[in-house]
């Protein structure tokens, strides 16, 4: 009895042994493979930031592109440059936002509770400190300078002797209600987008009241709001370019399929691709300020493109996907 109880219980122990050197056997595969894995993912992290900055290192020496050189309104050319800021800029804005008010039912609503209302584009100039200068009020509307504020839509230029002061290129500064813009020659189709993309975070704050608006960073609606404009951003650069651009990225985003390749396909992006979209966006000889903006642009196009055409599932899955991409880019790609 006492032999089959020592038996019994031998089995048992080596039952148990075994149980466990099969649980280390197996939680050692799946180290193995989470770390294979996840130098994967390194490794074609690197690969991209590889090719992002060999296209920015090209770029280096594009050619000047300021028209708004200096802060100093007084006297000189700076006369010429207050006339070009209030009718040239002016009717630029205001006939690039008519130009593309229909490529998505939110450009539709925006230019109708804008413009269509009533609002015009107000230029002026940002100035050293807190401060702008607008230039566009005639003698007529310096009487009501009041009610003419309250009906403009202020585009603030940068100029580039305080740029450095400055972090973004072309951003809403939600204090002023103001979008501001670098004083830069910005190739058309690109400056449309990002014009659209800013001027949709205006009407969100100052027109419609929206909560993502005003949410932190952190917030889901702020990231929202965010994917609503890279994504207005990109059909009307893709309508600037006549299709070309989904055209291009669509024939990049075939080569994956799924939500498990995400953010994989990514992965292989060389930067002959960033230069070939810089030939179809017009800004191949652009210098950094113009392309270090362009690249962050490519690569939520194609981000965003792949998950509307590459991926099955409801809008809201969608959605879901694009702000964890979105994050995912400004975790990684952020510093590039
Ligand atoms: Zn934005």
Sequence with gaps: MNKK???????RVLS????????????????Y????????DVERLRDLKKSVKEYLSSHQYGQESWWLRSSDMRGGDNIQIAAKLTDEETKKITDMLYEYQDVSPLAQKMIMQTLDSGMHPKVSIYQRGDIS??????????????????NSIEICYIPKDIHDNYPASLSYRSDWNALMIKGINWPPALYAGLLFHEFGHYYKH??????SATAPMTHESWAEEEVAMHELEAEVMNRATKGRLFTFVDSLNRRYEGIDKMPKHLNGLQADHFFHLDEIIGCQSS???????????????????YINERIQCSESDKMKLKIHLYRWMQKNLDRL
């Design 5 to 11: 109880k020592a038996v019994k219980r031998n089995r």
């Design 206 to 211: 100052k027109i419609e009241g929206a909560n």
């Design 287 to 305: 210098s950094n300020e113009v392309n270090s903006v362009a690249i962050s642009q490519y690569l939520f196009i194609i981000g965003f493109r």
């Design 33 to 40: 493979a989470a770390v294979l894995h996840s130098k994967k």
């Design 16 to 31: 148990i042994a075994i149980c466990c050197i099969l649980a280390a056997i197996l939680a050692g595969v799946y180290i």
């Design 133 to 150: 200068m607008t230039f566009s009020f005639k003698k007529e509307e310096m009487k009501d300078v009041a009610k003419m504020l309250k």
